[in-house]
Structures are given as C-alpha cells and as structure tokens.
T-cell receptor
C-alpha cells in the first residue's frame, strides 16, 4: 500500500514562529503536493514538485516555501506564521506521467496559529 | 467561473436510495476526472476515476462523464449510512500538472 505520512497530526504555534511541516512517501513517487483545506474553500494547492530540488507554485504560495532535497520527502515551511495560516494541511504524492495519475494523501496536519 | 463546481449540499438521502452527486468543469480540454471521498477529520481517498465518455461502474458506485456538457457525476446505489461523507470532484486540466478540486458535496445518508 502507498503510504504518505506527515510529521504531526496537530500543531499549535505562535504568530511569527517558523513552522516546518514534513511529508514522507514510501512509494518512490516523483510528484509531491502541498494543499491547505479550509471550510467553504475546499482544497487549494500551495506548492508542488516534480522532482528533487524542483518546485512549482500552486494557487496560493504566498507566505509559504518548500524544500525537496530527497525524493521521498517534501517539506512545507511557514517562514513567519500568521493566524490566517490556521488550517488543515494535506500532503499528497503521485507517480510521474502526463497528469492522469491518482494522488495519494497523507493524514493531514491541523495547524493552529495563535 | 470556478474551474470545478459542485453543490456543497448537504445532500440528504434515505438509506437504500440512490445518491447522485454532480460536478461541472470549465476547461473543455480536461482529460481525466476523479472522485474522492473524505470522512470528517480524515484525508481524501480515491473512489473512482474516469477518462472516457459514458459510464464506469465499480460495485455500488458509477461515474458518468459527458465531455460535451463538461459534466461528471457519481451515483451511489443502495446508499448506506457509512457513505455519509464529503465527496470531492477533481479534474486535470491539460498542461497544468495540477489536479483542481471542487469544494465538495456533503452527503448524509439517513437510516
């Protein structure tokens, strides 16, 4: 079974803190994605990566950065957390291909910024 | 116009009925379509994908695609209370590398 894991299920941080969210997949997938999910707004793509050291901005990259130093690991960084970044963060991965591939999701990290 | 639109619901059906979930998309060139189910507090899981016009059946689930009308639907036959969840429609527009999700439809199946 494909397994996507995220470092924390729940996280509470203070405004201005630097926050790291880690995602690891064990199926040798090339593609990895970070989303946030908010009530009424659905899933919104923050960043994605097709390969090690490569990254692409999604629809809402402002206030976030990412790092992919190893194929299996994709990190989301909040340089200076703000209360409007309180959300559910979901990581996903998929195999490479011409876009038509299922994304497998991790369990999510519910981040609260106070 | 949103790229992928779903009625947020809630859609309420009695146990044993057919639940019909609908989704429209804006990019006519889109080639692949996915339905994910998300239970409260959990992450999305894939139920079905469909690439070709027509119907695709898997157990109690049927996905229907009509590219001319830019419409994809999910039918759940013999609905069970355990089907109560939010159903997310997702579409791959061409040459974007991104899966675009609708807001999801909340389904409630009442015993």
């Amino acid at each position: 079974d494909v397994k996507v894991t995220q470092s924390s299920r729940y996280l509470v941080k203070r405004t201005g803190e630097k926050v790291f969210l880690e995602c690891v997949q064990d199926m040798d997938h090339e593609n990895m994605f970070w989303y946030r999910q908010d009530p009424g707004l659905g899933l919104r793509l923050i960043y994605f990566s097709y390969d090690v050291k490569m990254k692409e901005k999604g629809d809402i990259p402002e206030g976030y950065s990412v790092s992919r130093e190893k194929k299996e690991r994709f990190s989301l960084i909040l340089e200076s957390a703000s209360t409007n970044q309180t959300s559910m963060y979901l990581c996903a991965s998929s195999i490479a291909g011409d876009t038509d591939n299922e994304q497998f999701f991790g369990p999510g990290t519910r981040l609260t910024v106070l | 116009q949103k790229e992928v639109e779903q009625n947020s619901g809630p859609l309420s059906v009695p146990e044993g009925a057919i639940a019909s979930l609908n989704c429209t998309y804006s990019d006519r060139g889109s080639q692949s379509f996915f339905w994910y189910r998300q239970y409260s507090g959990k992450s999305p899981e894939l139920i079905m994908f469909i690439y070709s016009n027509g119907d695709k059946e898997d157990g109690r689930f049927t996905a229907q695609l009509n590219k001319a009308s830019q419409y994809v639907s999910l039918l759940i036959r013999d609905s069970q209370p355990s089907d109560s969840a939010t159903y997310l429609c997702a579409v791959y527009p061409p040459n974007t590398g991104k899966l675009i999700f609708g807001q999801g439809t909340t389904l409630q199946v009442k015993p």
